[in-house]
């Protein structure tokens, strides 16, 4: 088991005091980043005194240590997972040699990218949530928010140190650049669609963390089958952090139908306008919400037929999900089945298993979002009221791949250009919907013993602790 230094500067588990250049670089990168956290961290909150969890060991029990911390204090760290002894390969050309534990030349450039593409997405959903205390709905989610912000740093400090140890010059250009982008700029974006969308409400963060954190989860599963085993180990202790951030998106969009919905029986109401006079979110508005994260999601995972997703998996550099379930690891022989639009039309295509993993993927992650549809669906159904959410068909409002050029229903029915932009609000969050669901927010709700009308309490507190915990100290 690896020896977990807590007292260092840098926390870490990768004894990075018996390298002393590149303690130095990442001590360098540490000012750097702080400066960015201050600059893009959560909005005046940088001075209270949060409950948090922060890692301190790798071991699936009690790897978290929780207390109250400043922010800025936070111990960002450098953990990876414990080595497999005598790992190897998993999939592609090279199954069934030993991994690497450096990053060999042909593949550098590669993998380079991967891990950047990875890391952009942490400082930027940071980004993107950074005004949302100003809004919150109680103090025991204004902490959950703060959670999953901090971790999100954590993610790009595991990325970083991947840059730095491995990369040489070329990845310490790119830790800087990291620290440079900003998600939504014209000038500078994040890499990735969905990291420069603003979100700017609590519906948003709860789609985002549920949807898009999700698709974190998946890409961090396939790069945990990666035979660069460094980001193997990395990946594998990003995920158990991932869990939480799901959690926090999953169990807000249930408190949020369970009130909707209980409110709507309470009052016999069943009409949106109705339903949104009782300040609760009524359920085609969540629906909406549902549509643009889960498709914008979607879009993460690449195009549906794709060389370089096969050349990555046939060098071993990124696997599927779970790549044990599968019964075949080099995957020449068979086909996948899948719809495209090619030409204006829908078509059924044979498409090479390499070149669909992308596809693959996907479809590994839409399952996973429709178990937490079922269970939305069952909370609504448990108040007594007759409305289920649905995912959208992938054909739907599509940025990437092919049916980026197409235009369909939620259903999945084509349409053309003109009749898709004329039910667009009917499908996706318009003005108005986004007008309403910030004035239910407008005012933040700061005492702890105080829940937002629009949203049912959670089922219990954090580690143990009550709901009504002073979850966050207000030094203000
Ligand atoms: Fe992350
Ligand atoms: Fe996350």
């Given at each position: 088991?690896?020896?977990?230094?807590?007292?260092?500067?840098?926390?870490?588990?990768?004894?990075?005091?018996?390298?002393?250049?590149?303690?130095?670089?990442?001590?360098?990168?540490?000012?750097?980043?702080?400066?960015?956290?201050?600059?893009?961290?959560?909005?005046?909150?940088?001075?209270?005194?949060?409950?948090?969890?922060?890692?301190?060991?790798?071991?699936?029990?009690?790897?978290?240590?929780?207390?109250?911390?400043?922010?800025?204090?936070?111990?960002?760290?450098?953990?990876?997972?414990?080595?497999?002894?005598?790992?190897?390969?998993?999939?592609?050309?090279?199954?069934?040699?030993?991994?690497?534990?450096?990053?060999?030349?042909?593949?550098?450039?590669?993998?380079?990218?991967?891990?950047?593409?990875?890391?952009?997405?942490?400082?930027?959903?940071?980004?993107?949530?950074?005004?949302?205390?100003?809004?919150?709905?109680?103090?025991?989610?204004?902490?959950?928010?703060?959670?999953?912000?901090?971790?999100?740093?954590?993610?790009?400090?595991?990325?970083?140190?991947?840059?730095?140890?491995?990369?040489?010059?070329?990845?310490?250009?790119?830790?800087?650049?990291?620290?440079?982008?900003?998600?939504?700029?014209a000038d500078k974006p994040r890499i990735l669609g969905a990291f420069n969308e603003p979100c700017t409400n609590w519906l948003d963060f709860f789609m985002f963390t549920f949807f898009t954190d999700r698709d974190g989860k998946f890409q961090l599963l396939a790069l945990a089958e990666s035979a660069f085993d460094p980001l193997s180990r990395s990946a594998r202790f990003m995920l158990t952090e991932e869990a939480h951030h799901m959690f926090v998106g999953e169990t807000g969009i249930q408190r949020i139908v369970e009130r909707t919905a209980q409110q709507m029986k309470q009052h016999g109401v069943d009409h949106p306008d109705d339903v949104r006079k009782l300040g609760v979110i009524d359920l085609p508005t969540v629906q909406r919400a549902l549509n643009l994260w889960f498709t914008l999601s979607l879009d993460l995972f690449g195009g549906e037929v794709s060389s370089n997703a096969a050349s990555s998996f046939a060098s071993g550099l990124k696997g599927r999900a779970n790549e044990d379930q599968f019964d075949d690891h080099v995957a020449l022989a068979g086909s996948y089945r899948m719809d495209t639009f090619r030409s204006g039309a829908a078509v059924v295509e044979q498409v090479p298993m390499r070149n669909a993993m992308n596809e693959v993927l996907r479809d590994g992650y839409i399952a996973d979002c429709q178990r937490g549809v079922d269970k939305w669906n069952k909370t609504i159904a448990a108040q007594g009221v007759d409305f289920a959410l649905t995912l959208p068909s992938r054909r739907f409002h599509r940025h990437i791949g092919t049916w980026a050029e197409g235009c369909a229903d939620p259903s999945g029915a084509l349409l053309s250009r003109e009749q898709w932009q004329g039910k667009r609000d009917t499908w996706l969050p318009s003005e108005h919907d986004r007008a309403f669901v910030q004035s239910l927010m407008a005012e933040p709700v700061y005492d702890p013993h105080q829940m937002a009308n629009w949203i049912a309490p959670p089922k219990q507190g954090i580690k143990g602790r009550a709901v009504d915990f002073d979850y966050v100290r207000r030094e203000a």
């Open positions: 088991m690896t020896t977990v230094e807590n007292d260092e500067r840098i926390p870490n588990n990768v004894n990075l005091a018996s390298d002393k250049r590149l303690q130095r670089a990442l001590e360098a990168w540490q000012p750097s980043y702080l400066k960015w956290w201050r600059e893009m961290g959560p909005s005046g909150f940088q001075e209270d005194q949060v409950y948090l969890r922060t890692a301190i060991s790798v071991e699936s029990d009690g790897w978290a240590h929780f207390d109250y911390v400043k922010m800025p204090d936070y111990r960002w760290g450098i953990f990876l997972a414990d080595e497999v002894k005598d790992r190897t390969i998993g999939f592609g050309d090279l199954m069934g040699r030993p991994v690497w534990k450096e990053v060999p030349g042909e593949h550098r450039t590669t993998l380079r990218r991967l891990i950047v593409t990875q890391a952009d997405t942490e400082p930027a959903s940071v980004e993107q949530q950074r005004k949302l205390g100003a809004s919150c709905p109680s103090v025991y989610d204004l902490r959950n928010l703060f959670q999953v912000n901090v971790e999100e740093g954590r993610h790009l400090w595991a990325m970083v140190y991947l840059l730095h140890s491995y990369f040489g010059r070329d990845g310490r250009e790119e830790a800087e650049a990291l620290l440079e982008r900003r998600s939504g700029d």
